[in-house]
Each structure stands twice: as structure tokens, then as C-alpha cells.
């Protein structure tokens, strides 16, 4: 049941994001912002890319995620020779029947880590399109949905490097959220050290929430309140970086609704039952900034997030 926003409680949903939050702390040193960013993907039903170098951390924050929620987690590890059916299934011949009957991809689960999306196909990226977009994928012109949630967790690598393929538009577009996990500090790095002297703590560790309590906490996000000047300064915000001179091609409509989402996340994540126009302004570079195409083709991610801040710079912030 979809809770009214007079029976919302601030206080009941933020000790539940709590739990999870230091359920991925235990197994995750030193990444506070980036555990909050893929809470906030979580929370708002939207998706997360996470950008960096082998071996800081990615795919075990993903399966602490899977582990914390009780969900049904697979990881894809995407190749140049991986095929779309790789990805979402296909129809398989059974002789018993007679007949073909669909078998499932990996897709069909909650949490999916697509581990180095980049350095498969273009063609194969886009396997992922429809599930991310809609929750479903067709085959063979029939129809399977997936059950929630749903929550793609992709990792890419620089694309400097060797024997990767750049996310086309509509793929980036798809992404609610696009963040660093950066290394660890030294104090952090000491203590994956010792967290991991006997063994490896994601072997022990425990659900804090069910499912159905992520849908709920998804559901209840959704009530969050906007007031109406919040509402327009955060599309004031994403329509000026489709005029913006260093930007040939500026945030979509969806980007807008994800941002309005994402806000109400980390409203909800802070025990308000309101927007704040600050909540827009903190998250306005990681939802926004993976999305532009500037006319400087080689520009980097922080090139863009630098048009970004620009812009919460020179957009009047309403009170």
C-alpha cells in the first residue's frame, strides 16, 4: 500500500535506509558518497554507472547491496564476443514438448552488475535498454516482465583504455546516476586490510531489509513533496544546459524527472518529508553531467561536471 503524506514518517524510512547504509559500510571502507549516490539510484528506481580503475571496489559494493536486501543478484561480464541473448535470454527447443520455451537471461533478477559494460558491443549494450527503460525485455516479439526491483549496477572502465567502446546516448541517458568510487584513503585502505586478515566479510554478510521493504521505501519516495519553486528551478536547471555554448547536446526530459526523483531519494535518505533546494543542487552533477555531449568531443567527465556547477552558479537559487 502506497502511504498517504500525512501517514509518512520521516523518522521510520530514514532508520531503514540507515540500516542498509551501515550494513554496505561493514563491507566497504571509506566510500561514503558513492554508497549514499547508489542508495539514492536505488531508492529513486533508477539505475547507476560507476566509472573507474579495476580493483576499487565496485563489484563488491554491488553484491553487499544484493546481500543486504535479500535479492536475487547476477553479474554479467560483458566482452566484445557477448551477445545480446547472452544478456536477456532466448527461446530454447524442448524436445520433451516439442515446443520452443523462453529461457531466461541474467537480466531476470534485482540487482544486475553489468561489469565493464563498455567493452562489449554497442549492440549488446543495447540488449539492456528496454529492462532498464521498462522493467521487461522482448523476445521473439513476446513479452517477460522482470520483478522488482530492479536496479542495473554497470561499471566501465576509462575509455582510454584499451578495448572499450563509448556508451552510446541512449544507453548514458538510461543511467539515473554516474559516479567515482576513487581509491580509498590510507586510514580506509588499512582497514580493508584488516577486515579481510581471516576472510572475506561479504561471505557473512546478512540481509537488513526485504524486498518488499525496498518497494515500499521506493513507493513512499514518490510522496516525497516538491514545492512548485524547487519543481522550477530544477527544470530551469536542466533546460539551460541544452543552451549552454560548450554543450552541442544538453540533458533530456528524462533527466529531469530522474533528477526530481533523485531528490526526493535524499530527502527521504535525510528523514524530510520535503525537497530542499539543496538536495537538487548536491545531486545535480552526477544525474546531469553524464548525460551532456559537449562540442569538444575529447572532453572528460569533469569538464562536464564543471558546465554543471557553472550552472548552480548562475541559476538563481529560489528560498
Known sequence: MTPSPS????????MKVAQLRHNLHRIVKGKDEPIDLLLIALLAGGHALLEDVPGVGKTTLAKALASSIDAAFQRI?????????????????????SEFIFRPGPVFCNILLADEINRASPRTQ????????????TVAGERHRLHPPFLVIATQNPV????TFPLPEAQMDRFALQFKMDYP???AELEILTSRRDSDPLENLGPVLTRADVIALQETTRQIHVEDSASRYLTNLVRATRTHAQVRLGASPRATLMLYRCAQA?????????????????????????RLILKNQGASS?????????LLESIPVPH
Open 7 to 14: 501517514s509518512f514518517d520521516p523518522g521510520s524510512c530514514q
Open 77 to 97: 561480464q560483458f566482452t566484445p564476443d557477448l551477445l545480446p541473448a547472452d544478456v536477456t535470454g532466448c527461446p530454447m527447443f524442448s524436445p520433451v514438448k
Open 126 to 137: 543495447a540488449a539492456l535498454l528496454e529492462a532498464m527503460s521498462e522493467a521487461q525485455v
Open 160 to 163: 582510454e583504455f584499451h578495448g
Open 185 to 187: 584513503d590510507f586510514d
Open 266 to 290: 535524499q530527502a527521504l535518505m535525510l528523514g524530510r518529508g520535503h525537497v530542499l533546494p539543496d538536495d537538487i543542487r548536491r545531486l545535480a552533477p552526477a544525474v546531469l553531467a553524464h
Open 302 to 310: 569533469s569538464q562536464k561536471i564543471l558546465v554543471i556547477n557553472e
